[in-house]
């Protein structure tokens, strides 16, 4: 069984960074789609970033300002977000697709971005 727990969600101001970690029970990366999608009050869930086998995908809207990444060794996916702005705000959701053991979420982590 697969379980994933988020971390590193909490109040900055605009322009400045957080980082984002979801560590794994089970080492699956190297066999799963990973990503990070987020949910703001009142609207749907959206992907901002995955990552399989070393290719990633972003949002256009973080583009260039946030990195996915993730440490095998310490089964720990990361989502670096920089220039934070205030349409940033919202849950964040860690999310395994893995072909042998299904789909996994996290809690999620709120972020806040606020003066």
């Known amino acids: 069984q697969v379980q994933l727990l988020e971390s590193g969600g909490g109040l900055v101001q605009p322009g400045g960074s957080l980082r984002l970690s979801c560590s794994a029970s089970?080492?699956?990366?190297?066999?799963?789609?990973m990503g990070w999608y987020r949910q703001a009050p009142g609207k749907e869930r959206e992907l901002v970033a995955s990552?399989?086998?070393?290719?990633?995908v972003f949002a256009d809207s973080v583009k260039d300002r946030f990195t996915i990444s993730r440490d095998n060794t310490r089964k720990t996916l990361y989502l670096q977000m920089n220039i934070l702005k205030p349409e940033d705000t919202a849950v964040y959701y860690c999310?395994?697709?893995?072909?042998?053991?299904?789909?996994?979420w996290g809690q999620g982590t709120q972020v806040t971005v606020s003066s």
């Open positions: 089970i080492n699956i990366f190297s066999e799963s789609v």
């Open positions: 999310n395994v697709d893995s072909p042998i053991y299904g789909v996994y």
């Open positions: 990552i399989r086998s070393g290719k990633t």
